[in-house]
């Protein structure tokens, strides 16, 4: 009873850590700054513009989600989407406040959109968060409530190729969560990579942010991400950490000013370790497959659970590389301890981009 009474004390502390309050910064101040680094061709592009000035909070359909609302914090988050050109676009979100995760059932939900990433957001649609099981499983996405799912052709919405931003309001009380769309070519190269004890300095270093201390990001990692970054590559940030974690994770890239990006965490509320953390990462990336017919160019790890997911992924092990992992256990990756050398190795890596650029 003790183990499970700090377990509940742990995650709510990280709930509370990984949520935003009312009047929080919507725009990202830290990419407001433009990296060092300047891309060359980028598809993904910097994203910077603030939510248009909304009406005022309408207030909730019940007494049960006005009282959530009050607690004070909300943990909204919502799936980046990565499309082929042409392809559906899924929009799916989930909406929560508090300690607990408690669900907001049966509110409105304004959809607002940024073209090309940098236009001003207009609203497009209006949703509503579903009971439980009110709407089919989609992307591998679970409809456990208070979730929202839009295909956005269904609102007469066909996006370019390019990044689009896409900010999700409730307008009972102003409260969001935001995503980002990038519309590719079927040639696009990508990179997935792991987050924590890839990026951060420490594989527990989400459990550092419950207590709001974020972890540090290892040397030149940002700076060798941006190597690929500018010659073309397209930037997967995938994490096994808790799906209400979006944000938090959203804004320590941003933070330690890594490329721009799409972030998939799991759906869960607790995360995936070991085998399960293998099993989620192997399923995304047949999931990415499926949708876009692309095998991911490189890929950035640190365990075994890397190791197997990238191999089951058909990602060329010699193109595999794995922070602190030792050589007989890499699979025959790339094991390494040094950024610096990593994009210095990069920089032989041919361009993509345009010779025009």
């Known amino acids: 009873m003790r183990f499970m009474l ?11 850590a990984g949520c935003r309050h009312k009047g929080d910064e919507l725009d990202s101040s830290a ?64 909406f929560t406040y508090g300690y607990l ?15 090309s990433c940098n236009s001003a957001l207009e609203k497009i649609g209006t949703t509503k968060t579903t009971q439980e099981a009110e709407h089919v499983t ?45 519309i590719i070519k079927p ?30 990001a290892y040397a030149e990692a940002a700076e060798a991400l941006f190597e690929l970054y500018n010659k073309g590559y397209h930037i997967f940030y995938l994490t096994a950490r808790p799906e209400w974690f979006t944000y938090r994770t959203r804004a320590w890239l941003e933070n330690n000013h890594f490329p721009p990006g799409i972030l998939h965490t799991t759906s869960s509320l607790i995360g995936a370790n070991g085998a399960a953390a293998s099993r989620f990462k192997t399923n995304e990336l ?12 490189l890929a950035f790890g640190n365990k075994e659970s890397d190791v197997k997911a990238f191999a089951n992924s058909s990602i060329p092990a010699l193109n595999s590389y794995y922070y602190g992992l030792p050589t007989e256990l890499n699979g025959g990756g790339n094991s390494h301890t040094d950024y610096l050398e990593l994009k210095k190795s990069f920089t032989t890596q041919p361009s993509l981009c345009p010779a025009s650029n």
Not at 70 to 75: D, H, K, L, V
Not at 101 to 115: C, F, N, P, S, T
């Open 31 to 94: 990419l407001a700054a433009a990296p060092k680094l300047k891309p060359a061709c980028p598809l993904a592009t910097l994203c910077t513009k603030g939510l248009p000035e909304l009406s005022k909070a309408s207030g909730f359909h019940t007494l049960y989600n006005r009282a959530l609302a009050r607690i004070g914090f909300f943990s909204h988050r919502a799936r980046d989407v990565i499309a082929v050109e042409g392809q559906p676009v899924w929009i799916i979100g989930k």
């Open 138 to 182: 989609v992307e591998g996405v679970k409809d456990d409530g208070a979730r929202i799912y839009v295909e956005l052709g269904s609102l007469g919405i066909k996006l370019p190729v390019g990044r689009h931003r896409l900010v999700l309001v409730v307008p009972a009380d102003n409260s969001y969560a935001e995503l980002f769309v990038d």
């Open 286 to 297: 047949a999931l990415f497959k499926s949708e876009t017919d692309i095998t991911p160019t």
């Open 187 to 216: 040639d696009t190269k990508f990179v997935v990579t792991d987050i924590d004890g890839t990026l951060t300095i420490g594989e527990f270093a989400a459990a550092t942010e419950v207590y709001k201390k974020p972890p540090p």
């Open 101 to 115: 995760d408690a669900l907001l059932k049966g509110e409105e939900v304004d959809i607002y959109l940024a073209k």
């Open 6 to 16: 700090s377990l509940l004390m742990v995650l709510a502390l990280g709930l509370s």
